[in-house]
């Protein structure tokens, strides 16, 4: 029973998380870095301590009673995570919903897997994965034999790219991604997903404070939430820094009070985005403390936000008017990541 509620509560993380961005599509006559940060607001500064407040009332104290050392490297990981989330944004808008977050998530699935392995290699840690383990044990090696395969996948889905811009005219690419371009959306999603893969990082470097939560006596369902209100500084600062270097290279600051847009949706509709988007990660922490399997955990949940973000994509008509080649392309690049981190969980439920 606990393993199929962890798998709920990832199912409905990973819904939140393939499907914040459709808010932000009813934001009209606003820059994106505009909407994207009063987004951000509420889901890194706003939502996160209240969420705290209401499952883990002492999460200040905790906060405060945690080692600067801990603190520092939460903070850090979530700067670097902050980039991750930064051009997460930016390949969804060149690549669109399906294309965008399959090859961002693939990315993020295998570095999530595979970075840790290589750093405890050089700095081993008790109960921790090295590389060396991935090379010369069983479940190891079906968890490198996963990376591989999501790689490969990725592969496919920016070959289902290709054949896509090669195939459609130039105005039928807009009618479905505005502002699609291949080359951008690539080189941001590529970023994306080897960063975005810093937030377990963060989680793990964090656990100290989810510790004292449980220690505390606190429900250890929400254990995790003392973690992001640290975490998510760290993206705060990212994201808050370069958009304000983009309001004031675009002279979009006028956005934010603009009256000939529909200011009160505008904030609306970012607000519900970013809200939504918090949610992936309160339902991730549910998810993790049933299945009590972080590796693992984030697998799940990689997947389940890859299939609900195509489900967005279909829905959202981003293959109309492509050859059946290139839908059959792009589908096997989906069912071969699915598969892949699939087979990475699996690996890691042997361990």
């Not at 905790?62 to 050392?69: A, C, H, L, Q, V």
């Not at 934010?256 to 949610?279: D, Q, R, V």
């Not at 994509?313 to 492509?322: D, N, R, S, Y």
């Given at each position: 029973?606990?393993?199929?509620?962890?798998?709920?509560?990832?199912?409905?993380?990973?819904?939140?998380?393939?499907?914040?961005?459709?808010?932000?599509?009813?934001?009209?006559?606003?820059?994106?870095?505009?909407?994207?940060?009063?987004?951000?607001?509420?889901?890194?500064?706003?939502?996160?301590?209240?969420?705290?407040?209401?499952?883990?009332?002492?999460?200040?104290?905790?906060?405060?009673?945690?080692?600067?050392?801990?603190?520092?490297?939460?903070?850090l990981?979530?700067?670097?995570?902050?980039?991750?989330?930064?051009?997460?944004?930016?390949?969804?808008?060149?690549?669109?919903?399906?294309?965008?977050n399959?090859?961002?998530?693939?990315?993020?699935?295998?570095?999530?897997?595979?970075?840790p392995?290589?750093?405890?290699?050089?700095?081993p840690?008790?109960?921790?994965?090295?590389?060396?383990?991935?090379?010369?044990?069983?479940?190891?090696?079906?968890?490198?034999?996963?990376?591989?395969?999501?790689?490969?996948?990725?592969?496919?889905?920016g070959?289902?790219?290709?054949?896509?811009?090669?195939?459609?005219?130039?105005?039928?690419?807009k009618?479905?991604?505005?502002?699609?371009?291949?080359t951008?959306?690539?080189?941001?999603?590529?970023?994306?997903?080897?960063?975005?893969?810093?937030?377990?990082?963060?989680?793990?470097?964090g656990?100290?404070?989810?510790?004292?939560?449980?220690?505390?006596?606190?429900?250890?369902l929400?254990?995790?939430n003392?973690?992001?209100?640290?975490?998510?500084?760290?993206?705060?600062?990212?994201?808050?820094?370069?958009?304000?270097?983009?309001?004031a290279?675009?002279?979009?600051f006028?956005?934010?009070?603009?009256?000939?847009?529909?200011?009160?949706?505008n904030?609306?509709?970012?607000?519900?985005?970013?809200?939504?988007?918090?949610?992936?990660?309160?339902?991730?922490?549910m998810?993790?403390?049933?299945?009590?399997?972080?590796?693992?955990?984030?697998?799940?949940?990689?997947?389940?936000?890859?299939?609900v973000?195509?489900?967005?994509g279909?829905?959202?008509?981003?293959?109309k008017?492509?050859?059946?080649?290139?839908?059959?392309?792009?589908?096997?690049?989906?069912?071969?990541?699915?598969?892949?981190?699939?087979?990475?969980?699996?690996?890691?439920?042997?361990?």
């Amino acid at each position: 029973m606990q393993i199929i509620l962890g798998i709920i509560f990832h199912f409905i993380g990973g819904f939140a998380s393939g499907s914040f961005y459709m808010p932000y599509k009813k934001v009209k006559g606003w820059h994106w870095e505009s909407y994207w940060i009063i987004g951000g607001l509420f889901s890194w500064l706003i939502v996160p301590p209240l969420a705290a407040y209401l499952t883990v009332p002492g999460f200040a104290d905790i906060i405060k009673n945690t080692p600067w050392d801990v603190i520092k490297y939460t903070i850090l990981f979530g700067v670097l995570w902050g980039i991750g989330g930064l051009t997460y944004g930016l390949g969804v808008r060149y690549l669109g919903m399906s294309l965008g977050n399959s090859i961002v998530l693939g990315f993020c699935s295998a570095f999530g897997a595979l970075v840790p392995s290589i750093y405890y290699n050089f700095y081993p840690a008790e109960g921790k994965t090295t590389f060396n383990d991935l090379l010369t044990t069983s479940w190891g090696r079906i968890v490198f034999a996963g990376i591989i395969v999501c790689l490969f996948g990725i592969y496919i889905c920016g070959r289902a790219g290709m054949l896509k811009e090669n195939e459609l005219p130039e105005e039928e690419k807009k009618k479905s991604v505005a502002e699609f371009s291949l080359t951008k959306g690539l080189i941001v999603a590529i970023i994306s997903g080897i960063l975005s893969a810093c937030f377990n990082f963060g989680i793990e470097a964090g656990k100290p404070m989810a510790n004292a939560a449980v220690a505390a006596r606190f429900n250890p369902l929400y254990q995790n939430n003392v973690i992001y209100v640290t975490l998510l500084w760290g993206g705060l600062a990212t994201n808050f820094i370069w958009c304000m270097i983009l309001n004031a290279r675009n002279k979009s600051f006028g956005d934010y009070t603009n009256n000939k847009t529909p200011l009160a949706k505008n904030y609306l509709f970012s607000a519900l985005a970013g809200t939504t988007w918090f949610l992936q990660f309160f339902f991730y922490g549910m998810g993790e403390s049933k299945l009590g399997n972080g590796a693992s955990s984030w697998i799940l949940h990689m997947a389940f936000i890859i299939l609900v973000a195509n489900l967005w994509g279909i829905a959202l008509k981003e293959w109309k008017g492509v050859s059946k080649k290139t839908k059959t392309t792009i589908t096997i690049g989906i069912l071969t990541i699915i598969a892949s981190v699939l087979l990475v969980g699996y690996g890691n439920s042997l361990k």
